[in-house]
T-cell receptor
């Protein structure tokens, strides 16, 4: 596609429910990143993929968070047993390769509200 | 640990005035440095980046940034601000070479007419 696409754009869920957030990277981009942005704060790195493998998962806040990527394309971020502190915008980004010289392109994010 | 500090949470400038947004980083070696802009309802857009070479980097929309190793700073500047520049600005560092970014807390820019 023309840009990084994320769905849903908005999600309201009840505390304790599981949610899945989807990211479609730019076609041909092998690197994919997930970030979280809480209200009024900067972006926190969660995880990145190079192809289908995740060399760095250091930013995942707890074992309730997981992500996978298949076919070097779509990625899904799953949050189990959601808590109110999980409310945030979840941003996905992609680049040609996981190399700092490559420009990273961000999607518009998935707004998650846990009530 | 690597970190990025943006000391100014909120800045207000008059349209046509000059702008400087501050960014300080903590990293052992020379990092890759970036400035991004986030406008309401839009995704993050890269303004400029520094890897090596000339310490004054030109970006889009008339922005520039200067890397100062001695001060561990990468401040963003614009000579004359336009109302459309009102947005949130993030400085980021990429330690290592994986593309992973560590962001500052952001600076919200308000432009007065």
């Amino acid at each position: 596609g023309a840009g990084v696409s994320q769905s849903p754009s908005n999600k309201v869920t009840e505390k304790g429910k599981d949610v899945e957030l989807r990211c479609d990277p730019i076609s041909g981009h092998t690197a994919l990143y997930w970030y979280r942005q809480r209200l009024g704060q900067g972006l926190e790195f969660l995880i990145y993929f190079q192809g289908n493998s995740a060399p760095d998962k250091s930013g995942l806040p707890s074992d309730r968070f997981s992500a996978e990527r298949t076919g070097e394309s779509v990625s899904t971020l799953t949050i189990q047993r959601t808590q109110q502190e999980d409310s945030a915008v979840y941003l996905c980004a992609s680049s040609g390769q996981a190399f700092s010289g490559n420009t990273i392109y961000f999607g518009e994010g998935s707004w998650l509200t846990v009530v | 640990a690597q970190s990025v500090t943006q000391p100014d949470i909120h800045i207000t400038v008059s349209e046509g005035a000059s702008l400087e947004l501050r960014c300080n980083y903590s990293y052992g070696a020379t990092p890759y440095l970036f400035w991004y802009v986030q406008s309401p309802g839009q995704g993050l857009q890269l303004l400029l980046k520094y890897f090596s070479g000339d310490t004054l980097v030109q970006g889009i929309k008339g922005f520039e940034a200067e890397f100062k190793r001695s001060q561990s700073s990468f401040n963003l500047r614009k000579p004359s601000v336009h109302w459309s520049d009102a947005a949130e600005y993030f400085c980021a560092v990429a330690p290592g070479n994986t593309g992973k970014l560590i962001f500052g807390q952001g600076t919200t820019l308000q432009v007065k007419p």
